[in-house]
């Protein structure tokens, strides 16, 4: 039983090594290269969705990622990959959800598994986005971690990133997506399987523009930006 036991913590440590090895690899790679797949596009191609993608830079995605900043993260450019102060809101019970960043979502959608609705798995995956989110942080700045996020984030089953979705759902490039447009797609990626797009009122435009304003910066191709 004692041999068996030490096999089994000699083959984690190798599995966990050449895990290690990888990432960081591909966190060098991705820095400058697309990602050409993610666990999520494998796992809904085995469902029997399609696979539309279409990677594009960010400077040519139009209004989408500052709608999909002021929905999804609003502290984008004050965080360091984690949101410690909504987690903790969370802890605390002041407020629902994960608290997860984009950078944390990028995390999971790259390298993690989606979520099992709740399995002991989805406490294992959510640990090991924050290390991995730091990491992303560090290795790539913020306005490649949106890149990435834009063009591998689910827009509807078997759509993939901002370029796809927009062809998608309205037959356009990201780049001539509207503000009301935009903030339609960006209400899909809490839940792409289930939401659809629709009209968006004119408040809500308002308040996601108004929600992303301060958090563009850090994104900005100048010399100021990440």
Known sequence: MAVK??????????????????LCASTVLY??????LTPLMV????????????WEGLDAMG????????????????????DWVELEKVLRGQRSGGASTITMQTAKNVYLWPSLG??????????????????????????RVLE???NVAEFGPGVYGAEAAARHHYDL??????????????ALLPSPLTRSVR????????ATRRAAADQLGCVSPTPGGN
């Open 31 to 36: 820095r400058i290269l697309p990602v050409p």
């Open 43 to 54: 796992i809904r191609g085995l469902q029997g969705h399609g696979l539309e993608k279409d």
């Open 5 to 22: 036991r030490k096999r089994w913590r000699q083959r984690i440590s190798r599995f966990a090594a050449v895990a290690a090895v990888a």
């Open 199 to 206: 009209a968006q009122r004119p408040a809500e435009i308002a």
């Open 63 to 82: 209004p989408l990622p500052a709608a999909v900043i002021g929905r999804e993260d609003q502290r984008f450019c004050d965080h360091g990959g984690v």
């Open 118 to 143: 709740g399995h002991p798995a989805d406490y294992l995956r959510k640990l090991l986005e924050v290390p991995i989110a730091v990491g992303l942080e560090t290795a790539w700045g913020k306005r």
């Open 148 to 150: 990435v996020y834009m």
């Open 173 to 186: 490039r990201a780049s001539e997506l509207s503000d009301a447009q935009a903030t339609a797609l960006a």
